[in-house]
């Protein structure tokens, strides 16, 4: 399989899907969101609509493949190639009328990433990498951002839709990095979150109770642009596990901070 070829078809894919994303938000109908176990856990016939035509092309481009999609599509391949997409990941940015969303699709070959792909439809960038190439924006190399010390880092968090019983532990970090750093965004988009670490505009992200599809084009872009991404633990489980630390070279700074409120 060529991943080149594949890369650039998956990136005129997510600038189509992003073109029908961007038309649909101007004229938006808020009667037909729907709700998905709580009040802040939206989706909209946009998000369907859009998984639906990812995975008719990505069927296309690599026959055979599975899929885990946020919007239901679940299937299992006929080959080592699995693809992990979010049709839209920032759905309350979007109904809300936020440029802050985007399409996330990762390709794992037998539970390994070698393609990401985030498409920040707002702002037109594309964040692409396949395996064995640096990660790219529009095409052009990009890598994590030069600062070493989490005095000097702007990082990046999100507050999960469902709070476990670690939610106190988890402020307990937030408050920390609060005062250990330049500060701290929320944005709305795990994908979008990754991505910006990839390009050096933040030095780290976390977050827990996330899914594959929010994480698994991102944190192999981050990857690709030098940075390091674990679970919480240090380990390799960020996929799937549901926590992910991602940093420049920070990263085992935070990982210290995490883990010291995370695990007490």
């Not at 109908?29 to 369907?48: A, F, P, R």
């Not at 026959?63 to 693809?83: C, L, M, S, V």
């Not at 390091?228 to 549901?242: A, E, M, Q, R, T």
Request: net charge negative; hydrophobic share 35%.
């Amino acid at each position: 399989m060529n991943l080149t070829e594949l890369e650039k078809n998956v990136i005129e894919l997510c600038e189509e899907v992003g073109a029908f994303m961007s038309k649909e938000q101007e004229q938006f109908d808020l009667s037909k969101i729907e709700q998905k176990g709580s009040s802040s856990n939206l989706v909209s016939y946009v998000d369907k609509e859009s998984e639906k035509r990812l995975v008719e092309k990505l069927s296309q481009f690599l026959p055979g493949a599975g899929f885990i999609a946020e919007e239901g599509t679940d299937k299992t391949g006929t080959n080592e190639y699995r693809w992990i997409i979010d049709p839209l990941d920032g759905t309350t940015n979007y109904l809300h009328g936020l440029p802050l969303y985007a399409i996330s699709i990762g390709l794992l070959k037998n539970e390994q990433t070698v393609l990401g792909t985030v498409y920040d439809v707002g702002r037109k960038e594309c964040f692409h990498a396949i395996e064995g190439h640096q990660a790219k924006c529009n095409g052009k190399e990009i890598k994590i951002s030069g600062i070493k010390t989490l005095e000097e880092s702007l990082l990046a968090t999100g507050f999960p839709y469902y709070h476990s019983e670690k939610k106190d532990d988890y402020l307990e970090i937030i408050k920390n990095f609060l005062e250990n750093t330049h500060g701290i965004r929320r944005l709305g988009s795990a994908a979008i979150d990754l991505a910006y670490v990839a390009c050096g505009r933040m030095e780290g992200y976390f977050e827990y109770n996330l899914k594959s599809w929010d994480v698994a084009g991102g944190a192999f872009i981050v990857q690709q642009a030098g940075g390091s991404v674990s679970d919480f633990k240090g380990g390799s489980n960020y996929i799937f596990g549901g926590e992910l630390c991602a940093g420049g070279h920070v990263h085992a700074q935070m990982l210290e901070i995490i883990q010291d409120k995370w695990w007490k």
